[in-house]
């Protein structure tokens, strides 16, 4: 009679455990994915990102209406006992035997310092025959103005005389730009005037 009874309840146990196992088969699952775990963030989506990059980008790009001196456009080998070409990479000499300077070969000026007064640049310009120990405050006079919006115009600071190795004699002039963008910059020593047009980016 026991052994009866005990196998009774078994049967029923695993009846029992048969159909709940039935009934979970005929429920869908639910399934979880990546998404389900995600912490919301405040992180822009691929896209955003994407458009940035290429806002950043296209800011060290001159506008079609900025007419940059570039090395393509005109440049010149500076007399002895000057190195014919510039000595530095991605720069070329630009003007005459008068005057003359170096510019970037893209026309490109990026990453200058950023102060109140706006963006700091220090520009090196050469003349035959100039000597900087005997004329250490050269007559040598920069301005500049925006093209294509209006802005205030450079200020800059008075040209000092300078000397390096591999530049030798030369005259120093530092200014600030108020704004970025396209620039027309003259240089004027003694007789002669020397301008060209960089683009200014971040």
């Given at each position: 009679?026991?052994?009866?009874?005990?196998?009774?309840?078994?049967?029923?146990?695993?009846?029992?455990?048969?159909?709940?196992?039935?009934s979970?088969?005929?429920?869908?699952?639910?399934?979880?994915?990546?998404?389900?775990?995600?912490?919301?963030?405040?992180?822009?989506?691929?896209?955003?990102?994407?458009?940035?990059?290429?806002?950043?980008?296209?800011?060290?790009?001159?506008?079609?209406?900025?007419?940059?001196?570039?090395?393509?456009?005109?440049?010149?080998?500076?007399?002895?006992?000057?190195?014919?070409?510039?000595?530095?990479?991605?720069?070329?000499?630009?003007?005459?035997?008068?005057?003359?300077?170096?510019?970037?070969?893209?026309?490109?000026?990026?990453?200058?310092p950023?102060?109140?007064?706006?963006?700091?640049?220090?520009?090196?310009?050469?003349?035959?025959?100039?000597?900087?120990?005997?004329?250490?405050?050269?007559?040598?006079?920069?301005?500049?103005?925006?093209?294509?919006?209006?802005?205030?115009?450079?200020?800059?600071?008075?040209?000092?005389?300078?000397?390096?190795?591999?530049?030798?004699?030369?005259?120093?002039?530092?200014?600030?730009?108020?704004t970025?963008?396209?620039?027309?910059?003259?240089?004027?020593?003694?007789?002669?005037?020397?301008?060209?047009?960089?683009?200014?980016?971040?």
């Amino acid at each position: 009679m026991r052994r009866s009874y005990f196998l009774l309840s078994i049967l029923a146990l695993a009846s029992f455990l048969a159909g709940c196992a039935s009934s979970a088969k005929g429920q869908p699952e639910e399934t979880k994915t990546l998404e389900d775990y995600r912490m919301s963030t405040d992180v822009p989506e691929a896209s955003s990102l994407t458009e940035t990059a290429q806002t950043e980008v296209a800011s060290l790009i001159p506008s079609r209406d900025c007419p940059v001196t570039t090395a393509g456009k005109a440049s010149f080998e500076a007399p002895a006992p000057y190195s014919p070409k510039a000595p530095w990479p991605n720069q070329f000499w630009f003007g005459s035997e008068h005057l003359w300077t170096a510019l970037q070969s893209d026309g490109v000026w990026s990453g200058l310092p950023h102060n109140p007064a706006g963006y700091t640049q220090k520009l090196v310009w050469w003349s035959e025959g100039y000597i900087w120990n005997e004329e250490p405050e050269p007559a040598l006079t920069v301005t500049g103005e925006r093209l294509g919006a209006p802005a205030p115009l450079l200020t800059t600071s008075d040209a000092n005389g300078v000397f390096a190795d591999d530049m030798g004699s030369a005259m120093m002039a530092g200014f600030d730009f108020p704004t970025l963008g396209c620039w027309k910059i003259t240089g004027q020593y003694e007789k002669t005037e020397l301008s060209f047009v960089v683009w200014l980016a971040p």
